[in-house]
């Protein structure tokens, strides 16, 4: 099983950096997990953009993870895939399907359907990926309520277990504590480099030493600074392009 890093970036579009994204391919099937902003030119790169990508699996609905799946749904279009495309998200499935129409999205015009259906921890088992939920989106609990709006305020982190090593993909979430309890099944973490406090990373670069960590999701200099005592060959900030076995 290979993972590689498509994008970087966070909430902030940098120069150089694409939004978030992540391109995951064993034997048997291959799994865009989020699409942010640039993902489509990445996949172009790598000549994905017509049927090899079986499904994409998005972490929550935050802009930069998600905004890219529109140009690459019409790319794929346009390159004329024949097979169908489920596009799993946590929440928001049938308001999803509403802007996929007001952007002129409509399987009957498409050479092949777009499948939007909610995912939770038990979907993708038997793939090796566990999805799990985390706190990232809470600071929205008290806006939602007095809006009445229907977000459920669901974003997940996940655990992807390969034939040799297993790696933990943080996504973005609020706290270290979002992910503590399943740090210790890894021994590869993608760690989110901007929400957490820059002292608990270092506790867990620290404490964790069996760890190899990507630290990512943020201005690649800027990280590179904050970050500088403790980058080596096991501690290192995610490049676009890093190829990770597991």
Known sequence: ?????????????????????????????????????????????????????????????????????????QTMYLNKRSKDLIVFLPESSESFKDFMEKLY??????SYRVIIQEYDERSFIEMGIYPFKNSHLIGYKELVRKRGASNKLLAYSMLIKGKERSLLLSSDIRGIDDIRDN??????????GIHPSEESIKEIINKKKQVEVYITHGDYQKLHQTFIDQLSQRVRIAEENDEIIL
């Open 1 to 73: 099983m290979k993972l590689t890093i498509l994008g970087t970036g966070p909430g902030k579009s940098i120069l150089g950096q694409s939004h978030t994204a992540y391109f995951l391919e064993d034997d048997s099937h291959k799994v865009l997990l989020d699409c942010g902003e640039g993902t489509c030119q990445k996949l172009l790169a790598r000549s994905l953009v017509k049927d090899e990508i079986d499904f994409i699996i998005i972490s929550h609905l935050h802009p930069d993870h998600v905004t890219g799946l529109f140009i690459l749904l």
């Open 183 to 192: 740090i210790d099944k890894c021994e590869v973490l993608i760690l989110d």
């Open 105 to 110: 999205i409509f399987n009957e015009r498409f």
